[in-house]
């Protein structure tokens, strides 16, 4: 995956001193995060979205093995539960689903989750470090479970 969307997104918010928020303030209503990470059926862009101080979503568009891959999460953000100079800790559980779509339109695969995720807050910056515990059913095309699935994400939060 290319390097170029991070990179314009971190020149960005050295441009802009502005956009920057202190501290861990990027996990609080209203903040959108976008970097690169990994869903039910692959990676790319991942974007992260706090409704609330408690609540988010979060999303992964990606490319894969000629198709085209989805994915949504519904996130209960918890409250930090350890933090050191400069980083701090929390969770986040939620139901998920994913969907893949070949690039000829010949064949569809979808998915539910569950996600468990530990956060990792860069608390002088605007940056996370999500890894997540992803057990997911697969429902199309044929029905299958599959509880060793992880993911993980990196985002600039503005």
């Keep these: 995956m290319s390097r170029t969307l991070p990179m314009a997104v971190a020149a960005v918010s050295l441009a802009v001193p502005g956009l920057a928020q ?10 959108t995060g ?11 862009i991942s ?12 999303g992964v568009v990606g490319l894969g093995e000629d198709a085209l891959l989805l994915n ?3 996130l209960f953000e918890q409250k930090v539960f350890g933090e050191t100079e400069g980083v701090e800790f929390a969770w986040n559980i939620g139901p998920g689903a994913g969907l893949g779509i070949a690039s000829d339109a010949s064949s569809l695969g979808l998915s539910v989750s569950g996600v468990a ?3 990792i807050a860069v608390v002088p910056i605007p940056l ?3 890894l997540e515990y992803r057990p997911q059913l ?13 993911s993980a994400h990196a985002r600039w939060f503005f």
Aim: without cysteine.
């Design 34 to 44: 976008v970097g690169i990470g990994g869903g039910t059926y692959g990676s790319g």
């Design 72 to 74: 949504a999460d519904y």
């Design 138 to 150: 697969m429902v199309i095309p044929v029905l299958a479970l599959d509880i060793a699935e992880f």
């Design 128 to 130: 996370d470090f999500v």
């Design 22 to 31: 202190a501290g861990a303030a990027h996990r609080t209503a209203g903040s």
């Design 47 to 58: 974007a992260k979205h706090f409704l609330t101080d408690d609540h988010a979503i979060q």
């Design 117 to 119: 995720g530990l956060e």
